[in-house]
């Protein structure tokens, strides 16, 4: 079966485009010697964790239990939780993996930590520990240097607890290249203060991690930087187009839709809506839309729940039961609508993935 003849709305991933792009990030940490602990709320997949394992990933990044718990699946020896992990059901759930994989979580409160320090001697288990600073995102994190150092050192002391370095995600790393190099070379100073703080307190410093796709092959910018925590690169999307990450041949999801009216003027509707594309908005470039269309100069430019709105300057070309291929501005979200990706090589479907992470907010 080709692309333009599967059911739609579907999600498809090109698989030779995502392959190139996990092994351009795979072999630029190899290159400047930093490891890679992808995130997998892109994907949400065993089979494509399996792959950056395969490629050289130390370990995976999730944000929530419910997909550590998928993720233990994949045969990784670490995963680390990039959220804060509040309530004594989800420490224990999280406590039971430690008999299958190395349990790594970042906490910026030592009220968390001690939480973790109680669950973790009931169950007779260990957590590693990362201190989570804020390096200019501004959402989670206490402040870079003496105040990161303070925290660590008072969870460094409970029992059942391991504290092994710094976490910090690169947020606020956006924009054109010039910016985000601009913003690099600001937060260096962040992580050289607190990386210089620990190891004044006799802290571990063994793991400094670091986060985002922006920031990911600027990495190497930032001294003390240990690992890398990328997740939206193994498909790419809109926004890292925009911010010339990647061009559009490197983006490897398309959302493939059919046109079911053109009777209204000054539009055509699709059959995707708010259900099956992201309703995040473009955070670069036109910064309009919900994607773009790939067979002619058209954007999705309004969703209801089941309609998507195409607007273009001449919508003459569109035809009720034409098929068309959109990129969508964000593909993490757009993915976790989805029960299953379809898998395409050279404009054929050659298999399918369950999304066995969608939904696994808790």
Request: charged residues 20%; proline residues 3%; contains cysteine.
């Given at each position: 079966?080709?692309?333009?003849?599967?059911?739609?709305?579907?999600?498809?991933?090109?698989?030779?485009?995502?392959?190139?792009?996990?092994?351009?990030?795979?072999?630029?940490?190899?290159?400047?010697?930093?490891?890679?602990?992808?995130?997998?709320?892109?994907?949400?997949?065993?089979?494509?964790?399996?792959?950056?394992?395969?490629?050289?990933?130390?370990?995976?990044?999730?944000?929530?239990?419910?997909?550590?718990?998928?993720?233990?699946?994949?045969?990784?020896?670490?995963?680390?939780?990039?959220?804060?992990?509040?309530?004594?059901?989800?420490?224990?759930?999280?406590?039971?993996?430690?008999?299958?994989?190395?349990?790594?979580?970042?906490?910026?409160?030592?009220?968390?930590?001690?939480?973790?320090?109680?669950?973790?001697?009931?169950?007779?288990?260990?957590?590693?520990?990362?201190?989570?600073?804020?390096?200019?995102?501004?959402?989670?994190?206490?402040?870079?240097?003496?105040?990161?150092?303070?925290?660590?050192?008072?969870?460094?002391?409970?029992?059942?607890?391991?504290?092994?370095?710094?976490?910090?995600?690169?947020?606020?790393?956006?924009?054109?290249?010039?910016?985000?190099?601009?913003?690099?070379?600001?937060?260096?100073?962040?992580?050289?203060?607190?990386?210089?703080?620990?190891?004044?307190?006799?802290?571990?410093?063994?793991?400094?991690?670091?986060?985002?796709?922006?920031?990911?092959?600027?990495?190497?910018?930032?001294?003390?930087?240990?690992?890398?925590?990328?997740?939206?690169?193994?498909?790419?999307?809109?926004?890292?187009?925009?911010?010339?990450?990647?061009?559009?041949?490197?983006?490897?999801?398309?959302?493939?839709?059919?046109?079911?009216?053109?009777?209204?003027?000054?539009?055509?509707?699709?059959?995707?809506?708010?259900?099956?594309?992201?309703?995040?908005?473009?955070?670069?470039?036109?910064?309009?839309?919900?994607?773009?269309?790939?067979?002619?100069?058209?954007?999705?430019?309004?969703?209801?729940?089941?309609?998507?709105?195409?607007?273009?300057?001449?919508?003459?070309?569109?035809?009720?039961?034409?098929?068309?291929?959109?990129?969508?501005?964000?593909?993490?979200?757009?993915?976790?609508?989805h029960d299953e990706v379809l898998l395409a090589r050279?404009?054929?479907?050659?298999?399918?993935?369950?999304?066995?992470?969608?939904?696994?907010?808790?």
């Amino acid at each position: 079966m080709k692309v333009y003849e599967v059911s739609t709305p579907a999600v498809v991933v090109d698989l030779d485009v995502m392959e190139r792009n996990l092994a351009r990030m795979a072999q630029y940490c190899e290159s400047h010697g930093i490891a890679l602990r992808p995130h997998t709320k892109t994907h949400k997949t065993l089979e494509a964790a399996q792959r950056q394992l395969e490629l050289g990933a130390i370990g995976l990044t999730v944000a929530k239990v419910g997909e550590a718990e998928v993720m233990v699946e994949s045969g990784a020896k670490e995963i680390l939780v990039a959220h804060p992990i509040i309530g004594d059901e989800k420490l224990r759930r999280l406590a039971a993996l430690t008999s299958r994989v190395r349990v790594i979580v970042a906490v910026d409160s030592l009220r968390t930590a001690e939480a973790m320090s109680r669950i973790a001697s009931e169950a007779g288990c260990n957590f590693d520990v990362l201190i989570e600073f804020d390096s200019g995102a501004l959402r989670c994190g206490v402040a870079a240097g003496r105040d990161a150092a303070e925290l660590g050192k008072k969870i460094s002391l409970l029992p059942n607890i391991t504290l092994r370095g710094l976490f910090t995600y690169f947020g606020s790393v956006w924009g054109n290249e010039a910016e985000r190099a601009a913003e690099m070379q600001r937060l260096t100073a962040d992580v050289e203060r607190t990386i210089k703080a620990f190891r004044e307190a006799g802290l571990s410093v063994e793991i400094v991690s670091a986060g985002s796709t922006p920031a990911a092959e600027m990495s190497h910018l930032v001294p003390g930087i240990t690992e890398i925590r990328p997740g939206t690169y193994i498909y790419n999307d809109l926004n890292t187009y925009y911010q010339g990450l990647c061009g559009l041949e490197d983006c490897a999801v398309r959302v493939v839709t059919t046109v079911v009216s053109t009777a209204v003027p000054g539009h055509a509707i699709v059959d995707a809506g708010s259900k099956t594309f992201s309703s995040d908005l473009l955070s670069a470039g036109p910064k309009v839309g919900y994607g773009e269309v790939m067979e002619r100069t058209a954007r999705v430019s309004k969703l209801n729940e089941e309609h998507g709105y195409l607007t273009a300057d001449d919508l003459t070309g569109f035809a009720v039961g034409q098929v068309l291929t959109v990129i969508p501005n964000h593909v993490c979200t757009c993915i976790n609508m989805h029960d299953e990706v379809l898998l395409a090589r050279q404009g054929e479907i050659v298999g399918s993935w369950n999304v066995a992470a969608r939904g696994k907010v808790r």
